[in-house]
């Protein structure tokens, strides 16, 4: 089993940026296919980036595609994403999530933090 911790998320003007951070714990943390999914008021959870085991493939969603940029730091057992040029449309709960399969897509999370919340103000 593996927990994992969100932070980094707050309050950022449109066009800004922010780093989210996910620490995990519990078991190697390479063992993981990591992911970022976001859920907005009203709306359904999504995905928004994921990352393989070794961090050699990710996938983006076509919303953050170009403006985010998912990593992770096996070493530190960290996962980030890296969100530039911000838009209210981003406005969500953002969701860390793991899975023991060897992904690139992260379609059924068996892990996920508490979440943190991202705030875009217009």
């Known amino acids: 089993q593996v927990q994992l911790v969100e932070s980094g998320g707050g309050l950022v003007q449109v066009g800004g940026s922010l780093r989210l951070s996910c620490a995990a714990s519990g078991r190697t943390f390479s063992a993981y296919g990591m992911g970022w999914f976001r859920q907005a008021p009203g709306k359904e959870r999504e995905l928004v980036a994921s990352i393989s085991k070794s961090g050699a493939s990710t996938y983006y969603s076509d919303s953050a595609k170009g403006r985010f940029t998912i990593s992770r730091d096996n070493a530190k057992a960290t996962v980030y994403l890296q969100m530039n040029s911000l838009k209210p449309e981003d406005t969500a709960v953002y969701y860390c999530?793991?899975?023991?399969?060897?992904?690139?897509?992260?379609?059924?999370?068996?892990?996920w933090g508490q979440g943190t919340q991202v705030t875009v103000s217009s």
């Open positions: 999530a793991a899975t023991r399969r060897d992904i690139t897509v992260l379609t059924t999370p068996d892990y």
